[in-house]
């Protein structure tokens, strides 16, 4: 079956400093991998995708994440913090073989301190 | 270019009541998707839209949950009766494809009491 791991509830960093957020995914043949991120009342917006090709994708806002086959992780990287990226971070997959179903993983709360 | 629409924004109903979500999707988008979000959870797929049909609806509760997409636009998302567990976001999304990035809309949050 199809899951998405992330294995921090909550992830805390220092404005400035470089930030990771954690996803391993479980899915047959090749994934399709996103990563959305989740402000308050507001609904989910995408971030960056994974489909093929170079391993390192750039997205939007500064953040970039590494696609790694033999440890089947996605982890959301971002060189220096800021503030206003403090929101609820989504991983998800989409199996290549069914359609559009993306899987999520439980959010990871990301906070940043001045 | 507008994004995906949703009405009414929140909802609080008590239990055994009906209830109804509205979905507009970004114009041109053929694939549009229902997903339920409980608090402390991501979002999980209840059914996908291909135009005006059905192509996923396996995680749907039939018993209660139905959708329509009739003339391949918008959408609604029905309830009836609804339950205490069924408190949660519901998030409408679009494609172009179902192969294409997914874009959601803010959500109906729902309160069952």
């Known amino acids: 079956a199809q899951s998405v791991a992330q294995p921090e509830d909550q992830v805390n960093v220092a404005e400035g400093n470089p930030l990771t957020v954690k996803c391993t995914y479980s899915?047959?043949?090749?994934?399709?991998l996103f990563w959305y991120v989740q402000y308050p009342n507001r609904g989910l917006q995408f971030l960056l995708k994974?489909?093929?090709?170079?391993?390192l994708v750039k997205g939007s806002y500064g953040f970039e994440a590494e696609f790694n086959k033999s440890q089947t992780s996605f982890h959301l990287k971002k060189p220096s913090a800021l503030v206003s990226d403090s929101a609820l971070y989504f991983c998800?997959?989409?199996?290549?073989?069914?359609?559009?179903?993306?899987?999520f993983g439980q959010g990871t709360e990301l906070s940043v301190k001045p | 270019e507008a994004g995906v629409a949703q009405s009414p924004r929140y909802k609080i109903i008590e239990k055994r009541q009906s209830v109804a979500f509205w979905c507009n999707p970004i114009?041109?988008?053929?694939?549009l998707y229902w997903y339920q979000q409980i608090l402390g959870q991501g979002p999980k797929l209840l059914i996908q839209?291909?135009?005006?049909?059905?192509?996923?609806d396996s995680q749907l509760p039939k018993d209660r949950f139905s959708a329509e997409r009739l003339k391949g636009v918008d959408s609604t998302l029905k309830i009836q009766p609804a339950k205490l567990e069924d408190s949660a976001v519901y998030l409408c999304?679009?494609?172009?494809?179902?192969?294409?990035?997914?874009?959601f809309g803010p959500g109906t949050r729902l309160t069952v009491l």
């Open positions: 999304a679009s494609s172009l494809e179902d192969t294409d990035t997914q874009y």
């Open positions: 114009s041109g988008h053929a694939t």
């Open positions: 994974y489909i093929t090709g170079d391993n």
């Open positions: 998800a997959v989409r199996d290549r073989n069914q359609g559009g179903k993306l899987i």
């Open positions: 899915v047959s043949g090749n994934p399709y």
């Open positions: 839209f291909q135009n005006n049909g059905v192509v996923d």
